[in-house]
Antibody
């Protein structure tokens, strides 16, 4: 059974960099069939896609966050990571990692699709 | 960016009743690239529907999705106690965006 687990500091100071890691177990992050994504949810609010990465390092970022986001992958550890710089209180949220299947025909591969497996989420609070 | 607007914000129903949730997109969602998720308090979202109408693995058949273009619907035919939760739609035809959610609460 595939499992994803987020880890990282629960408290980050304003203007600093938020860093989280997602560890994937029960499956390989190097599968050609999946991207891996980060989604966040401010307390009491809705879901916001942050970005997604393929095992090769190919990435997609939310345009509204692109200038502050870096997502990387470590296939040797079956992990991928999120860095969000210059954080403010507005970045306080539960951060989820998730698997992101993609469809490939015989000639082309397309954008990743829905999110089918999620981590349990980790609350990150931005406060001094 | 495709903006998804869900209605109503809150739906108050009794167990056994039918729930109809709406998701409207600001522009056409290509190839019916729309998914629905269920989220309970303190839990991660769970995939219910993808491709607008295909149920994910293990999802009961009381959940059904329909629609195309800009208008999509999630229907729960007979509400079970465990179905009271928040539901989100998500499009994946142009990057990835979510609706703001519909809360289904016990009347």
């Amino acid at each position: 059974q595939l499992q994803l687990q987020e880890s990282g500091p629960g408290l980050v100071k304003p203007s600093e960099t938020l860093s989280l890691t997602c560890t994937v177990s029960g499956g390989s992050i190097s599968s050609s069939s999946y991207y891996w994504g980060w989604i966040r949810q401010p307390p009491g609010k809705g879901l916001e896609w942050i970005g997604s990465i393929y095992y090769s390092g190919s990435t997609y970022y939310n345009p509204s966050l692109k200038s502050r986001v870096t997502i990387s992958v470590d296939t040797s550890k079956n992990q991928f990571s999120l860095k969000l710089s210059s954080v403010t209180a507005a970045d306080t949220a539960v951060y989820y990692c998730a698997r992101h299947p993609r469809y490939c025909s015989s000639t082309s591969c397309y954008l990743p699709l829905w999110f089918d497996y999620w981590g349990q989420g980790t609350l990150v609070t931005v406060s001094s | 960016e495709i903006v998804l607007t869900q209605s109503p914000g809150t739906l108050s129903l009794s167990p056994g009743e039918r729930a109809t949730l709406s998701c409207r997109a600001s522009q056409s969602v290509s190839s019916s690239y729309l998914a629905w998720y269920q989220q309970k308090p303190g839990q991660a979202p769970r995939l219910l529907i993808y491709g607008a109408s295909s149920r994910a693995t293990g999802i009961p058949d009381r959940f059904s999705g329909s629609g195309s273009g800009t208008d999509f619907t999630l229907t729960i035919s007979r509400l079970e106690p465990e179905d009271f939760a928040v539901y989100y739609c998500q499009q994946y035809g142009s990057y990835w965006t979510f609706g703001q959610g519909t809360k289904v609460e016990i009347k």
